[in-house]
């Protein structure tokens, strides 16, 4: 199913401005554009502090300093504004390949097909609304099946996102202005008393059409998705691409593996001129009926072996709705890095070389494009005593860090987060314990090791300065082997925690 974002950012063309270096009116002063309209000057743009103090795009000029004397004005640049939003949504590329203009405030991202990739339709959208707060970029995020639902919601309702199969309930509470009609169509509805959308979809359609034409429906169709709505995608000429387009729509897995394959092999020769390797293709579909589809591969390393990312390709084509047939296809390196030329191995040896490493490239690749890259990494050490922060997750191919874990400190092969509390009966005070019981079973210990003291981090956290607890790896008389402490001397009414599972 179709999963588009609207990018709403009602403050663009004075966010603009700041990150320009352009204006010099302090971030917390009401800052706002102008346009000369005949003989009258008009607002065109307002940031926060402006709206706060109730004022609005299109007021005068004049009325809005008169209400907020302090205001600072600067003449719009129309022009500048829609340069700025294509770099922007070029940026917006890193989250999905399809990425069209909204103009004058907004982006549509097509995300079918690509949020994998970020861990989630949620992670994507808290990761870009984190990128843009933190560029100084006030922006508003809606998620739905068509890019008309996820409009409406940007702006006129509480943005977040809508679950499949939701458009109809999400829309029914929005005005009629979230349909993205002209202000003469909303007036018209809201002469007769029709405000909301929900009411619009309650009447017949045959009087709607008879009375107000057919747009309104046409807007509400889209919307609902009855109707297709295609997106127009932006290109950046400096990215690596090639073409494909057929004499006849073609549709069948076979052909579309057939196309992939054509495709790497012209798009592999322009990387090879420019020094490039592509981290991440973006392949788009243009179907006949204009809804392009849309698919998404990332590499761990740098590659341009063509058969390889053939092969990633493919693996993502079961996600292609051909519809009634393909026309087109585009393929793009999204993103590139530089990729010198090296020595191929031959036979076991380097010429004059020792043994060579295997390379994982290729596994990792295949493992990212099935199971998504969230789920695909390696366990690297921290310098930290503290065993739930001695590890992190790091891309599965990324280069050593420096850090190693300590050869006399065995740890378990599996930790629990957070540790569970079991209980536990030693012998004497500060012994191993003699049995501890967890999820309702007890288990019986034949033999133990420890204790191994870790204190907390003071310089961390203030409340880690009294921390300590007391290690013992178990091994019980079933053969099974644990990782327990305890939290404080038995003195001080110390409780047990299970933190580890498997050989130490």
């Not at 003449?75 to 989250?95: H, I, S, V």
């Not at 709607?208 to 009855?226: C, T």
């Amino acid at each position: 199913m179709r999963r588009v974002v609207s990018l709403y950012l009602p403050s663009w063309p004075t966010d603009r401005l700041r990150r320009s270096g352009s204006c010099a009116a302090p971030s917390d002063e009401p800052l706002a554009t102008v346009a000369q309209d005949g003989a009258r000057r008009g607002l065109a743009g307002v940031d926060a502090a402006a709206r706060r103090l109730g004022l609005s795009p299109g007021m005068s000029a004049t009325h809005a300093q008169a209400l907020v004397p302090g205001l600072h004005l600067v003449p719009a640049d129309p022009e500048a504004e829609a340069q700025a939003l294509a770099r922007l949504g070029l940026w917006c590329q890193r989250y999905a390949p399809i990425v069209a203009l909204d103009p004058p405030d907004g982006l549509v991202i097509d995300i079918t097909g690509a949020a994998h990739l970020h861990g989630g339709e949620a992670p994507l959208l808290a990761d870009l609304a984190a990128r843009l707060e933190r560029s100084g970029i006030t922006a508003r995020l809606a998620l739905a099946d068509t890019p008309g639902c996820a409009w409406g919601l940007a702006r006129f309702g509480a943005g977040g996102i809508v679950p499949p199969g939701g458009a109809a309930d999400a829309l029914a509470a929005l005005p009629v202005a979230g349909l993205r009609l002209g202000s003469e169509a909303v007036r018209a509805l809201q002469d007769v008393g029709l405000t909301r959308i929900g009411q619009l979809a309650d009447k017949p359609r045959a009087a709607l059409r008879l009375r107000f034409g057919p747009e309104i429906l046409f807007r509400l169709d889209r919307a609902l998705g009855r109707e297709p709505e295609p997106l127009t995608a932006l290109a950046a000429p400096e990215t690596p691409h090639v073409a494909l387009r057929f004499a006849e729509p073609v549709g069948a897995r076979e052909s579309l593996e057939g196309v992939v394959a054509d495709l790497c092999a012209r798009l592999v020769p322009e990387l090879e001129r420019r020094g490039l390797g592509a981290r991440r293709l973006d392949l788009v579909f243009a179907r006949v009926d204009r809804l392009d589809q849309a698919i998404r591969i990332g590499t761990a390393r740098p590659s341009r072996d063509a058969r390889h990312l053939a092969r990633l390709l493919a693996e993502r084509l079961p996600l292609v709705d051909p519809g009634f047939g393909i026309e087109e296809a585009l393929l793009a390196a999204s993103r590139v890095e530089p990729l010198a030329e090296r020595q191929i191995s031959h036979g076991a040896t380097h010429l004059g070389a020792g043994p060579q490493a295997p390379d994982l490239a290729a596994l990792v690749d295949t493992l990212l494009v099935r199971l998504g890259a969230a789920r695909v990494y390696r366990l690297a050490p921290v310098e930290s005593d503290l065993p739930e922060r001695a590890v992190r997750r790091v891309p599965a191919l990324a280069a050593p860090l420096g850090a190693v874990w300590p050869a006399d400190l065995p740890r378990p092969a599996r930790l629990l987060a957070p540790p569970e509390p079991v209980m536990a009966m030693a012998e004497i005070p500060d012994a191993p314990p003699l049995f501890f019981v967890w999820r309702n079973t007890r288990h019986q210990i034949a033999r133990a090791d420890g204790p191994e003291r870790v204190l907390g981090e003071w310089w961390v956290a203030d409340a880690e300065a009294d921390l300590a607890r007391d290690y013992y790896r178990v091994e019980t008389e079933a053969g099974e082997r644990f990782w327990l402490f305890r939290d404080a001397p038995m003195a001080a009414n110390g409780r047990w925690w299970l933190h580890g599972l498997g050989e130490a």
